[in-house]
Nanobody, 128 residues
Framework: QARLVESGGGLVQAGGSLRLSCAAS????????MGWFRQAPGKEREFVAV????????YYADSVKGRFTISGDNAENTVRLQMNSLKPEDTAIYYC?????????????????????WGQGTQVTVSS
């Protein structure tokens, strides 16, 4: 069975940086896109960023645009999220996800139902 495993979460002060990483293990699969979602206490899981394997095209939620950078290698099923200028409202559990479906429009990947594989999540806490 395929699994995604995240690493790199932790506690950081506002204005600081963290880098999250995610790698697949177990049964191999071909991903069309890999992305990150996050879920704060009492809130729905929300889209953060996605990178498409065939073009390298990236797409971000407005709340992180200009502060976060997604990169990765879909052929290797690895993805990273560089998070700069962190704010207390970025505090959440961050989940790595992989989609085996290709969508022309990047915003389709805002829906968590478009993703087939998920990691267990890594906690990011930003103190004020």
């Amino acid at each position: 069975q395929a699994r995604l495993v995240e690493s790199g979460g932790g506690l950081v002060q506002a204005g600081g940086s963290l880098r999250l990483s995610c790698a697949a293990s177990g049964r191999t699969f071909s991903s069309a896109a890999m992305g990150w979602f996050r879920q704060a206490p009492g809130k729905e899981r929300e889209f953060v960023a996605v990178i498409k394997g065939n073009t390298g095209s990236v797409y971000y939620a407005d709340s992180v645009k200009g502060r976060f950078t997604i990169s990765g290698d879909n052929a290797e099923n690895t993805v990273r999220l560089q998070m700069n200028s962190l704010k207390p409202e970025d505090t959440a559990i961050y989940y790595c996800a992989a989609s085996t479906s290709y969508y022309s429009w990047n915003f389709y990947y805002e829906e968590k139902e478009k993703f087939d594989y998920w990691g267990q999540g890594t906690q990011v806490t930003v103190s004020s």
